[in-house]
């Protein structure tokens, strides 16, 4: 039909009209984004403990965020739909809430609180919520605390674990008069393992309390609590506990050998009668078990377990297994299947606070399991046909889905899903399709101001022609033809994996001019068994040809200036670190991070034991030439690198006296440039978890150091 010529004129004006003002109201937009700065921090929101409904109908989760005039992290419970049909809501205000968990009917939610009083942090306490109204309440008040609540199949106990002991729960005897008794501080080690990183002050471990199951009674309203009972007693720990479907009993893994670091790593999975006794051994392998979930009849269990090989290697790669219960023989059904189970990529962006879970997934019928797998840069959801093994995609793209719960009916899966530009979203995945939909967007805000990139993924030949992976960060304002300085990124472990995850290292970096270079070089996780136990007893070697190989690819592409590079990474990429300074003087600034400088030194005193032969086959005493020849500070003297070195003073991983410190001592000897920065009360976590001004002060530190010896390309080998 013909319309009018007023007519067109007036349809010709309303879409110039619109397109005019579509870009005169989206150009402030664009003009304002910006670049990533390291402060952004403070205002990055983290989702923790998808928890989906029983029904799937409903997801509770932790929202983590920082408050930047406390320097700490807050932690409180919100809910929001499956459907996305509302927004999330707030269910508590407590700023140290965790741990939620859903009753079997979906009406009340357990969780655990930390509160003060008389001015001191309390251990945590299990509380109940109510979701049809009503305030929170506490069901337990133990001395040590309590946590991991789990609910019983009928919704009227809750197990949970606690490393409480009898003797905390008798009150003290009343001093006589005049009487003040002597309370010793002295402590009686017995054991080769006695600190942990992450215990904070000391970091030593009080090993008269492992941690033990217990259950509590779910009160009716108004009811007081009834006292808590201990399950599991001992001297061994037991974590990680499930009902069993019928509720009269608790399984749970646990290592229960005396001194166990004398052995190659296992745990087995054991049961107990609900109202205590002696635990049964249900399942065991040669090696460590995980994460595990029983069938809705209870028959049958599927594991996520780890075998330490024969002889025992430096790096195994978890599988999925499954057993009868009871009495029957593990089953591994992804032992053709050559990624890691259960894996994941790093980056430093996962929640600092909560938990992120990921246990197998049964389907009702009992013929396929759901769980997360690490394959190549990526962390996604396959299914596992229960009988055959075989492996098929859920999820796919270039993602890390970080945990996951499912329903009851695994129809649903809520998940946290994150890749280079997303912090981390909360979203529902439709079993049956794959398809997911977003429920938060915490970040949104934040991130539409930013201008983030997505690195460039390739792969490379290596010295011995072996593929190696990495990415490539560049600069938001990238422009062909001009040279950048580059910054090589090394991950730690070393059996861990960069990969398709927010880190905001990088994109701070690349924010600030520099192209960011990261790899995962032999020894890696997420690309077999053979590739990640092929560093076993040569750590650092051919992976430091990986990373060189890596920096040459980027180099001959014609962006990068040969003059001004630097390298960083923490852990074991802060060994990588030191060693690369010790073999090449083509880096112009480096700096290392909790990182490890002489393996005898570290042999004595890490928070665990090389007692078995993973990464040595010897003790420093039986052959210190072997742990001379890979110690980056045998070979202090050929360093040349300004050195930066990025310690957490309560750091018992890599204790910053088998690392830093003596490299920084020994540089100064050689009146060599070095800088050493301590971060008060931080541990290894630092980068991911540690006080959010400490986080911050570390970029700072890390791109002011680059910034000083790569801007221009100068540097010295002389200290100043």
Known sequence: ?????????????????????????????????????????????????????????????????????????????????????????????NLRDTSPRWSPDGRTLAFARVVDKDGRTQPPQLYLLPLGGGEARAITELPRGAANPVWAPDGKMLAFTSATTPEDLVPPAPAKPGESPHKTDIRIVTEAVYRANGVGGSGFVDSGRPTQIWTV????????????????????????????????????????????????????????????????????????????????????????????????????????????????????????????????????????RGQLPADPAWSPDGRSILIKVGEQGNANLVRVDAGTGQVTPLTKGRQEIVGYTADTAAAHLAVVRSTATVIGDLEVVTAASGVSKKLTGFNDALTAQLTMTEPEEFW???????????????????????????????????????????????????????????????????????????????????????????????????????????????????????????????????????????????????????????????????DPADFAKRSPITYVDRIRTPMLFVLGDEDYRTPPAAGGEDLFRALKYLKRTAVMVRFPGENHELSRSGKPWHRVERLQQIVGWMDKYLATGAGTSESR
Request: charged residues 20%; glycine residues 10%; aromatic residues 12%.
């Open 1 to 93: 039909m013909n319309r009018p010529l007023s007519a067109d004129r007036t349809w010709v004006r309303t879409v110039a009209l619109t397109l005019l003002t579509a870009l005169l109201t989206s150009a402030p937009a664009l003009a304002q984004r910006r670049a990533i700065t390291e402060k952004d921090l403070f205002a990055f929101v983290w989702i923790a403990d998808p928890q989906i409904s029983p029904d799937g109908s409903q997801v509770a989760f932790v929202k983590v965020s920082v408050d930047e005039k406390k320097d700490q992290y807050d932690t409180s419970i919100w809910l929001v739909p499956a459907d996305g049909s509302a927004p999330p809501r707030a269910l508590t205000t």
């Open 217 to 352: 009674a779910v009160p009716a309203d108004g009811a007081t609590p009834s006292a808590p009972t201990r399950v599991t007693s001992g001297e061994f720990a037991a974590s990680n506990p499930r009902w069993s479907p019928d509720g009269s009993s608790l399984i749970f893994v646990s290592d229960r050998r005396r001194e166990s670091y004398y052995f190659a790593h296992d745990s087995d999975l054991y049961e107990v009668p609900r109202a205590g006794g002696e635990p049964v051994r249900l399942a065991s392998i040669d090696g460590s078990i995980g994460a595990f979930a029983l069938t809705a009849d209870g028959r049958r269990i599927a594991l996520v377990g780890t075998l330490h090989g024969e002889p025992e290697r430096s790096y195994s790669q978890p599988d999925l297994w499954v057993v009868d219960r009871p009495g029957g023989t593990p089953r591994n059904l992804t032992a053709g299947y050559d990624f890691d189970v259960n894996g994941s990529v790093g980056g430093d962006q996962r929640a600092p």
């Open 460 to 622: 490379y030949t290596s010295f011995d022609g072996k593929k190696i992976q990495g990415w490539i960060q560049k600069p938001p304002d990238f422009t062909a033809g001009r040279m950048y300085p580059c910054i090589l990124e090394i991950h730690g472990g070393p059996h861990s994996a960069y990969g398709n995850t927010f880190t905001q290292e990088f994109q701070w970096m690349a924010a600030n001019g520099y192209v960011v270079l990261y790899t995962n070089p032999r020894g890696s996780s997420n690309y077999g068994q053979d590739f990640g136990n092929s560093i076993q007893f040569a750590y650092p070697g051919d992976d430091y040809k990986d990373l060189m190989a890596g920096v040459d690819e980027v180099v001959k592409r014609g962006y990068v200036d040969p003059a001004r590079l630097g390298v960083t990474g923490g852990s074991g990429g802060g060994l990588l670190t030191n060693w690369v300074v010790t073999q090449t003087t083509r880096f112009k600034a480096a700096v290392s991070q909790r990182d490890i400088a002489d393996w005898s030194n570290f042999w004595y005193t890490a928070d665990f034991t090389l007692f078995t032969p993973t990464w040595f086959r010897k003790a420093p005493f039986e």
